[in-house]
């Protein structure tokens, strides 16, 4: 299709051999039960995403007993990914949040996270190509822009119950929304898992780029843990810096049945850290194998290494747009976190369709 897929194999891939099929079929097999049983991902227009029917054979063998190597062989094609807009590709990484919260407010914990609110609304296709909006509010039945970040956090939503728990600081506020999810260490004791609920729809602004483009970060050394150093020592700055990004970001607390896994996914499956993918779903089925041949900084003082790996494509991002762009999920915790901030690499993505996917496709064999 246009040049943007070419047949592959996978006994080519460097790495294959070695690699832990068990653990990406195990994730697969997470996604094969949403595809069987609910398919959402179904229910928009996936450029490279096939049918429900022609998913089914692939998932179904999923749950059979035998080697994971020899299924991903026997019921996949590979297909080299080329992207004329991004040509070498482009990687990231993103964890889950662990931070200390409180359910309830006092002089310690006092930055609340927000479930979503009643009037923010996502649009009917027609009042969202009139505004350029996906969300917000109406007023007077006409679609207009949601509250910013300030005007949320300057109290606009206060006092109408809206509070989940209450956090101690506004940046571990603010990097649990850019992740997207994220666990609380409860002064009451116990944790609580928060997971992605809805945004406000207006337009992302990255605050690392607004510090390099000011002088105030280099662009090497640009990370997350560089971005939270400036922060820490500039805390009032650091106050408008985030405000630049008027995007905001509410959740829901969720119950999640194994504690090993990460929060759910934009496909609504718990994700498998080193194994679950956020990619561009305009392109790509939740749910389809991706093999990555990228760097990541798992080295000795986290030195950029390869990283080879079959991730399952089992989330999305504001940021994640394009053919060959994904984002690794890399687990939870400061190790996590280690590796995610830093992590900005080029590489090549290949993707696994089932035969019948691919032949729906019209794709070479």
Same mark, same amino acid.
């Given at each position: 299709m246009d040049g943007q897929l070419t047949l592959s194999n996978l006994a080519d891939l460097e790495g294959w051999d070695g690699h832990d099929h068990e653990t990406s079929r195990d994730a697969f097999r997470l996604s094969c039960r949403e595809m069987l049983e609910q398919g959402s991902g179904f229910k928009r227009l996936v450029r490279f995403g096939? /049918?429900?029917?022609?998913?089914?054979?692939?998932?179904?063998?999923?749950? +059979?007993?035998?080697?994971?190597? &020899?299924?991903?062989?026997?019921?996949?094609?590979?297909?080299?990914?080329?992207?004329? +807009?991004?040509?070498?590709?482009?990687?990231?990484? *993103?964890? +889950?949040?662990?931070? &200390?919260? !409180?359910? !309830?407010?006092?002089?310690?914990?006092?930055?609340?996270?927000?479930?979503?609110?009643?009037?923010? @609304?996502?649009?009917? &296709? +027609? &009042?969202?190509?009139? /505004? =350029?909006?996906? *969300? =917000?509010?109406?007023?007077?039945?006409?679609?207009?822009?949601?509250?910013t970040r300030r005007e949320i956090e300057e109290g606009a939503l206060a006092g109408q119950g809206l509070e989940i728990v209450w956090l101690r600081d506004w940046a571990d506020a603010f990097f649990m929304q850019i992740q997207g999810s994220g666990r609380v260490r409860l002064a009451e004791g116990g944790t609580m898992r928060l997971s992605y609920a809805a945004k406000s729809g207006h337009a992302y602004t990255g605050i690392g780029g607004l510090l390099v483009q000011r002088g105030l970060v280099g662009e090497e050394a640009m990370s997350m843990q560089a971005i939270r150093a400036w922060m820490a020592a500039n805390p009032e700055d650091a106050r408008e810096l985030m405000w630049e990004n008027r995007s905001f970001v509410f959740f829901r607390e969720i119950d999640l049945g194994d504690p090993e896994r990460g929060a759910l996914g934009a496909q609504h499956v718990q994700l498998t850290p080193r194994h679950s993918l956020a990619v561009d779903r305009s392109y790509w089925m939740l749910g389809t194998p991706v093999w990555l041949d990228t760097l990541a900084p798992l080295g000795k003082d986290n030195a950029m290494v390869p990283f080879r790996q079959l991730l399952i494509a089992q989330d999305t991002? !504001?940021?994640? #747009?394009?053919?060959?762009?994904?984002? @690794? *999920?890399? =687990?939870?915790?400061?190790?996590?976190?280690?590796?995610?901030?830093?992590? #900005?690499? =080029?590489?090549?993505?290949? @993707?696994?369709?089932?035969?019948?996917?691919?032949?729906?496709?019209?794709? /070479? #064999?």
């Open positions: 096939g /049918s429900p029917s022609s998913w089914r054979s692939a998932c179904l063998s999923a749950f +059979e007993a035998g080697s994971a190597r &020899d299924y991903f062989e026997r019921m996949f094609r590979a297909y080299r990914v080329h992207d004329g +807009e991004r040509p070498g590709g482009l990687f990231t990484g *993103y964890y +889950e949040p662990e931070v &200390d919260g !409180s359910r !309830s407010r006092s002089d310690e914990f006092h930055v609340p996270v927000y479930r979503r609110p009643p009037d923010l @609304v996502t649009f009917r &296709d +027609e &009042d969202a190509a009139r /505004s =350029g909006l996906a *969300y =917000g509010r109406l007023a007077a039945g006409a679609p207009a822009p949601y509250l991002g !504001s940021a994640i #747009k394009g053919l060959a762009r994904g984002d @690794v *999920y890399w =687990g939870f915790g400061d190790r996590a976190a280690q590796i995610a901030g830093p992590m #900005k690499s =080029g590489g090549t993505m290949s @993707v696994l369709l089932p035969h019948a996917v691919a032949d729906e496709l019209g794709l /070479s #064999k």
